[in-house]
């Protein structure tokens, strides 16, 4: 059985910085492609960054230079690393896998821009 343990999430003031992290375990097989999405009451969950196995990374326009997303193959994990934030970017954020047995997500974690 595959797991996902998103954390990391929380309350931050706009221009503040969290970082989230994302484990996989159990027979999840070879891992292709790490990410994160994000989704707020009322709107589709949206893309934020997504690595591959050989590293390439990809962005949403609205989080380029502010976000970073990187992974280790040996421990199967992701991470983000918000900086700049801003009250924009709050929602519920859910990392995915998506490997040779599958695509999963996570339970998704709060990330909450505020003053």
């Known amino acids: 059985q595959v797991q996902l343990v998103e954390s990391g999430g929380g309350l931050v003031q706009p221009g503040g910085s969290l970082r989230l992290s994302c484990a996989a375990s159990?027979?999840?097989?070879?891992?292709?492609?790490m990410g994160w999405y994000r989704q707020v009451p009322g709107k589709e969950r949206e893309l934020v960054a997504n690595?591959?196995?050989?590293?390439?990374?990809a962005y949403a326009d609205s989080v380029k230079g502010r976000f970073t997303i990187s992974r280790d193959n040996a421990k199967n994990t992701v991470d983000l690393q918000m900086n700049s934030l801003k009250p924009e970017d709050t929602a519920v954020y859910y990392c995915?896998?998506?490997?040779?047995?599958?695509?999963?997500w996570g339970q998704g974690t709060q990330v909450t821009v505020s003053s």
């Open positions: 159990g027979s999840i097989g070879s891992i292709i492609t």
């Open positions: 690595i591959g196995s050989g590293g390439r990374t």
């Open positions: 995915k896998v998506v490997a040779s047995s599958g695509r999963y």
